[in-house]
């Protein structure tokens, strides 16, 4: 029987399953139910949860190498982190990324990704804003472990740095959906419509991020 790693208790009233990231069931119960009615509704749900889970484990299993720092992505594109002797600074060549052989390469490569970001992530949110008539506060770049993306109330735009490590397309969908946010704060259907007058095949692109949420867990 699959039982929970977590449940959380609230003044909610009616049960919640979700699986984390990680492959995680997490339970979200209202405060007083019985433990033995969360049981049994897990225990209804089994199937569903058994089939979440191992498209988790095989989604890690399968991409255990970007995850173990073996290699890394970049617009979408697999290299091998290669160290090298008297580099100075990191350089992207046709198959790997090679870097100044020290102790703290995660760190010199986080840096790089970082700088990637700033770069290619700004010009290319000025592009769309242009072609979608968009004035947006300001624009930064975070280190979000959950999201990819933000936009505030006062249209200042967030952007996750491992934006950078996925496909260009995909990169696209979520610049779009943040500057979309500016002219509709919701995810009603008038918003979709914006996203999807730029991007028809909008829908394509939220199925590759769903791919692709791995890599939130890296560099943390």
Not at 107 to 120: E, L
């Amino acid at each position: 029987m699959v039982t929970p790693d977590l449940i959380v208790r609230t003044h909610r009233r009616s049960l919640c399953l979700t699986i984390t990231k990680d492959g995680n069931l997490v339970v979200h119960a209202p405060t007083r139910m019985n433990m033995n009615d969360i049981l049994k509704y897990i225990s209804e749900k089994e199937k569903w949860i058994v089939s979440k889970q191992q498209e988790i484990e095989r989604k890690l299993s399968i991409n255990k190498v970007i995850l173990d720092y073996n290699q890394i992505l970049f617009l979408g594109t697999k290299y091998n982190i290669q160290r090298v002797n008297g580099l100075k600074k990191i350089e992207l060549s046709q198959n790997a990324l090679m870097v100044p052989d020290s102790d703290n390469v995660l760190f010199k490569i986080k840096k790089w990704y970082i700088a990637q970001a700033t770069k290619i992530l700004k010009e290319r949110l000025e592009y769309f804003a242009n072609i979608m008539q968009i004035d947006y506060a300001s624009v930064s770049i975070c280190n979000s472990k959950t999201r990819w993306g933000s936009c505030d109330n006062y249209h200042n735009i967030k952007l996750n740095f491992r934006l950078v490590m996925l496909p260009h397309r995909a990169i696209d969908f979520v610049l779009i959906h943040e500057l979309a946010h500016i002219l509709e704060f919701n995810h009603s259907k008038d918003f979709y419509k914006i996203i999807q007058t730029i991007m028809p095949t909008y829908k394509v692109q939220q199925k590759v991020l769903k791919d692709y949420d791995y890599v939130l867990k890296l560099f943390r």
